[in-house]
């Protein structure tokens, strides 16, 4: 079975510096990491993916993560964090060599909070 | 860009009602989800739809629960008698391929009173 487990709920950083969300995986095979964002009322935005390749993924609005398969890790990252970036971040993995239908199970998210 | 859309945005029903909500995946896209978000919880998979059955479905996705695809565009989710937690926001997503991330609608927020 794959999981997803997010251990802060929140993240307070001031603007300007770097933020870190962390994440960890459980799969079988090789995972299919994502970072997704959700802000208030709104839908899942997709950020940015890890499938195969460099363990360092770019991401949209300036957003990175590090894949670290020996600690089971995709640490979500941005050097300068700004205000607007405060949201509801959620890291979700699949496990390609589970089957079926291709599910993403989400971690429980982390609310990131930018303050001035 | 292409997106994910939903309807409705929001829905309330009574208890033991049926409900339809509805979605148009992105046109290029193969696969079709639907998840579920209890309010303050996180994010749960309902099903998946590939070639037009049923490809994987959670433990949630019981008899209550079924999902067509009427005609070329639309994907729809419907539940037979709505019961009080069944109160979710219900998000709909599609992807292109097993490789490719999943792009999520804006949600459809059920509330069963």
């Known amino acids: 079975a794959q999981s997803v487990a997010q251990p802060e709920d929140q993240v307070n950083v001031a603007e300007g510096n770097p933020l870190t969300v962390k994440c960890t995986y459980s799969v079988s095979g090789n995972p299919y990491l994502f970072w997704y964002v959700q802000y208030p009322n709104r839908g899942l935005q997709f950020l940015l993916k890890?499938?195969?390749?460099?363990?360092l993924v770019k991401g949209s609005y300036g957003f990175e993560a590090e894949f670290n398969k020996s600690q089971t890790s995709f640490h979500l990252k941005k050097p300068s964090a700004l205000v607007s970036d405060s949201a509801l971040y959620f890291c979700a993995v699949r496990d390609p060599t589970a089957g079926g239908g291709n599910k993403l199970t989400f971690g429980t998210g982390t609310q990131l909070k930018v303050e001035l | 860009e292409p997106e994910v859309t939903q309807t409705p945005s929001h829905q309330v029903t009574q208890m033991g009602q049926e409900v339809i909500l509805r979605c148009v995946p992105i046109s290029n896209h193969l696969y079709f989800y639907w998840y579920r978000q209890i309010l303050g919880q996180k994010v749960e998979f309902l099903v998946s739809f590939y070639n037009n059955e049923i490809s994987e479905k959670s433990e949630i996705f019981d008899d209550q629960f079924s999902v067509e695809r009427p005609d070329g565009s639309n994907f729809t989710l419907k539940i037979r008698s709505t019961k009080l937690e069944d109160s979710a926001m219900y998000f709909c997503a599609s992807s292109e391929s097993v490789y490719t991330e999943a792009f999520f609608g804006q949600g459809t927020r059920l509330t069963v009173v």
């Open positions: 890890y499938i195969t390749g460099d363990n």
